[in-house]
């Protein structure tokens, strides 16, 4: 038998992530972060988080930082003289 999901909170993501709760809420109610309701009817909305869905957000969050070389100056110093630096 597999162990049991163990669902995350808001609360619990957003120290995770170093964040404020209110932005967790804020990217659930986007539908950026997916995420289910727990209560019943009538109660108030109490939202658990697969680890896994957590990770799918994380990764389509990611940020790629690619390197550019810097690019070579030429200055011209005098009348044919190119300087490059």
Same mark, same amino acid.
């Given at each position: ?32 972060? +997916?995420?289910?309701?727990? $209560?019943?009817? #009538?109660? !108030?909305?109490? @939202? ?23 690019? +070579?100056?030429?200055?011209? $110093?005098?009348? #044919?003289? !190119?300087?490059? @630096?």
């Amino acid at each position: 038998m597999s162990d049991p999901i163990k669902y995350l909170t808001p609360v619990q993501i957003a120290k995770r992530i170093g964040c404020r709760k209110s932005k967790v809420y804020a990217w659930i109610e986007s539908g950026e972060l +997916r995420a289910m309701n727990s $209560a019943g009817p #009538g109660e !108030r909305t109490s @939202y658990r988080i697969n680890p896994e869905w957590l990770e799918d957000f994380e990764r389509n969050r990611a940020i790629v930082i690619e390197k550019v070389p810097p690019q +070579r100056r030429v200055k011209i $110093a005098k009348k #044919g003289v !190119r300087q490059v @630096y």
